[in-house]
């Protein structure tokens, strides 16, 4: 089975960038590199996704290693609200389901 | 556009009981999948239905079953409850493409079995 590795934890400070990593070294062709994450009390929410190429949008960028054996989630100005579990999800495409690992737990101080 | 939606979101059940969950999906997903977290397993696949018909299915006992509406909505139903079937059980509904991109999760119904 297709496998990530992530850090347990994080810490950062408000305001300032935070790169999430994620190792996902079996991962093949066209499978798709997912992230979610869960704030506390809630369901996960999606981050974002890509395949080949960096990616951006309104919440985070991902950043995909050119051989897209891991990959890094760049959050640009951390806020306390932005504490949470990162789950960076095994690659998959076509009828995929997502299954969650433990995730990195991040921790952002005032 | 109403989000996803679980129903009760608390419960507390005796051993040797029943229970039923209720998810109502965001309008237009026709995918609902149901998850299990706990604080020793974390968040575990239960199954995945689309159009009525369970698509794809976890690694859990037969006593944990589901169906979906016509109107996409599901329930999930855990019969002769155990103390380890606590947990906050999660709904997630996604639009069908070719490609599985992004899936919307409610907040969840937390079950205590006492």
């Known amino acids: 089975d297709a496998k990530t590795t992530q850090p347990n934890s994080m810490e950062s400070n408000e305001e300032e960038p935070v790169h999430l990593p994620c190792n996902h070294s079996?991962?093949?062709?066209?499978?798709?590199i997912h992230w979610y994450r869960q704030l506390p009390s809630q369901g996960p929410e999606y981050v974002i996704h890509g395949l080949t190429s960096n990616v951006n949008n309104r919440m985070a960028s991902l950043a995909i290693a050119e051989d897209r054996k891991s990959s890094t989630l760049i959050l640009h100005r951390a806020t306390l609200r932005d504490a949470a579990v990162y789950y960076c999800l095994p690659p998959g495409g076509g009828s995929y389901i997502p299954t969650f690992g433990r995730g990195t737990s991040l921790i952002v101080h005032p | 556009k109403a989000g996803v939606t679980q129903t009760p979101r608390y419960l507390i059940k005796t051993r040797g009981q029943q229970v039923t969950l209720s998810c109502s999906p965001i309008?237009?997903?026709?995918?609902v999948s149901w998850y299990q977290q706990t604080p020793g397993q974390g968040l575990q696949f239960l199954f995945e239905y689309f159009s009525e018909t369970q698509r794809n299915k976890g690694n859990f006992p037969g006593r944990f079953s589901g169906r979906q509406f016509s109107n996409s909505r599901s329930e999930m139903n855990v019969s002769t409850l155990e103390l380890g079937d606590s947990a906050l059980y999660l709904c997630?509904?996604?639009?069908?493409?070719?490609?599985?991109?992004?899936?919307?999760f409610g907040q969840g119904t937390r079950l205590t079995v006492v």
């Open positions: 309008s237009g997903h026709r995918s």
């Open positions: 079996t991962i093949s062709g066209t499978d798709y």
């Open positions: 997630a509904s996604s639009p069908e493409g070719e490609v599985w991109t992004e899936a919307f």
